[in-house]
Nanobody, 126 residues
Framework: QVTLVESGGGLVHSGGSLRLSCAVSGITFSSRVMSWFRRAPGEGRQFVASIGWSDGSTAVANSVKERFTISRDNAKSTVELQMNSLKPEDTAVYYC???????????????????WGQGTQVTVSS
């Protein structure tokens, strides 16, 4: 019933840009906090960015701040991640996630998320 489909990943050279998109269905998208996480080879899943449902407030991991921008389009039920000045360390599978209702853990904690997409691969060459 609830589906999240990421797209936009690919291979890019260092310094390049990519724009990821996540299409969500099966939930009231406009009332849910959305986030992006990523998992690099041999690493655990790490928080990238989050966006609120009310006023568009955002939180971005320090490792990507000033380079990545998260946004959402409630009319289309999509959340985007614009990635600029990409580095090899950004290479990972990127996941879109729906935050659980009524959770008190920080947005960077994956325990607080209810639904996950299948992921899209981003590879940054040096």
């Amino acid at each position: 019933q609830v589906t999240l489909v990421e797209s936009g990943g690919g291979l890019v050279h260092s310094g390049g840009s990519l724009r990821l998109s996540c299409a969500v269905s099966g939930i009231t998208f406009s009332s849910r906090v959305m986030s992006w996480f990523r998992r690099a080879p041999g690493e655990g899943r790490q928080f990238v960015a989050s966006i609120g449902w009310s006023d568009g407030s955002t939180a971005v991991a320090n490792s990507v701040k000033e380079r990545f921008t998260i946004s959402r389009d409630n009319a289309k039920s999509t959340v985007e991640l614009q990635m600029n000045s990409l580095k090899p360390e950004d290479t990972a599978v990127y996941y879109c996630a729906v935050r659980s209702r009524g959770r008190t853990v920080e947005v960077s904690n994956e325990v607080g998320y209810e639904y996950w997409g299948q992921g899209t691969q981003v590879t940054v060459s040096s």
